[in-house]
């Protein structure tokens, strides 16, 4: 009982830190485009990991994707490996065109036009920055969730709209997985994900990824 007490009272800790970590974030970002006289505004999608307690965090239209298998250890014991990894959206896009955050904007003032965006403009719903509207209900409240880490996970792809416009989640984990067992590091299939987006898939958007690969014992 006393471990699950002192297990709750983490998780409810750290994902206070995180809300924390976001609002402190946007506020800063706010104040620099207000000196700065510009009005940008930037997604997120972030993760951490606290033992074996992996948290996910986004806000806007960025996604994290993982790869699990079927059971614990089963790429290792399956050549091919793509019978046995699945790919897993964790988040939750924000767009103002879907209707939870429709509600939130409506009842903030701001208008949904016919086009699904923001006052006509904006097609997220959350974010940091954006300061022109954020009085029409853009925020930057994430959301957030979280998962233990087994041997079942084997990594989680980050990347912002650009690279989920050009690559499926199951076409990402292969594209991943297969360069994985070729032994290129995390940091190299990063980079050859962005580049079969942009150079061979002709992604015009911002393109963003990252690849993080857990370790089992």
Same mark, same amino acid.
């Given at each position: 009982?006393?471990?699950? *007490?002192?297990?709750?009272?983490?998780?409810?800790?750290?994902?206070?830190?995180?809300?924390?970590?976001? #609002? &402190?974030?946007?506020? $800063?970002?706010?104040?620099?485009s207000?000196?700065?006289?510009?009005?940008?505004?930037a997604?997120?999608?972030?993760?951490?990991? *606290?033992?074996?307690? +992996?948290?996910?965090?986004?806000?806007?239209?960025?996604?994290?994707?993982?790869? !699990?298998?079927?059971?614990?250890?089963? $790429?290792?014991?399956?050549p091919?490996?793509?019978?046995?990894?699945?790919?897993?959206?964790?988040? !939750?896009?924000? @767009?103002a065109?879907?209707?939870?955050? &429709?509600?939130?904007?409506?009842?903030?003032?701001?208008i949904?036009? $016919?086009?699904? %965006?923001?006052?006509?403009r904006l097609? /997220?719903? !959350?974010a940091?920055g954006d !300061?022109?509207?954020? @009085? /029409?209900?853009? +925020?930057?409240?994430?959301?957030?969730?979280?998962?233990d880490l087994t041997? #079942?996970?084997?990594?989680?792809?980050?990347?912002?709209?650009?690279?989920?416009?050009v =690559?499926?989640?199951?076409?990402?984990?292969? =594209?991943?997985? %297969? *360069? *994985? @067992?070729?032994?290129?590091?995390?940091?190299?299939? $990063?980079?050859?994900?962005?580049?079969?987006?942009v150079?061979? %898939?002709r992604?015009?958007d911002?393109?963003?990824?990252? /690849?993080? /690969?857990? @370790?089992?014992r």
């Amino acid at each position: 009982m006393f471990f699950q *007490l002192a297990y709750h009272k983490d998780v409810k800790a750290a994902k206070k830190a995180i809300l924390d970590g976001f #609002r &402190r974030t946007d506020e $800063s970002l706010l104040n620099k485009s207000a000196a700065g006289g510009w009005q940008d505004g930037a997604t997120a999608v972030c993760v951490w990991v *606290l033992g074996q307690t +992996v948290f996910i965090a986004n806000i806007g239209d960025a996604k994290a994707v993982l790869a !699990r298998s079927s059971e614990a250890g089963g $790429s290792q014991n399956d050549p091919d490996c793509r019978s046995t990894l699945k790919a897993i959206v964790l988040t !939750r896009e924000h @767009k103002a065109i879907y209707p939870q955050e &429709r509600a939130r904007i409506q009842k903030a003032g701001g208008i949904v036009s $016919s086009n699904g %965006r923001l006052q006509g403009r904006l097609e /997220v719903s !959350r974010a940091f920055g954006d !300061r022109q509207f954020k @009085k /029409v209900g853009v +925020v930057a409240t994430p959301d957030i969730h979280s998962f233990d880490l087994t041997d #079942r996970e084997h990594f989680i792809i980050l990347g912002c709209d650009g690279l989920w416009g050009v =690559f499926g989640p199951n076409d990402a984990v292969e =594209f991943v997985q %297969r *360069l *994985l @067992k070729e032994g290129l590091t995390a940091t190299a299939v $990063s980079r050859r994900l962005i580049r079969e987006a942009v150079i061979e %898939r002709r992604c015009k958007d911002n393109c963003t990824a990252i /690849v993080i /690969v857990f @370790k089992h014992r």
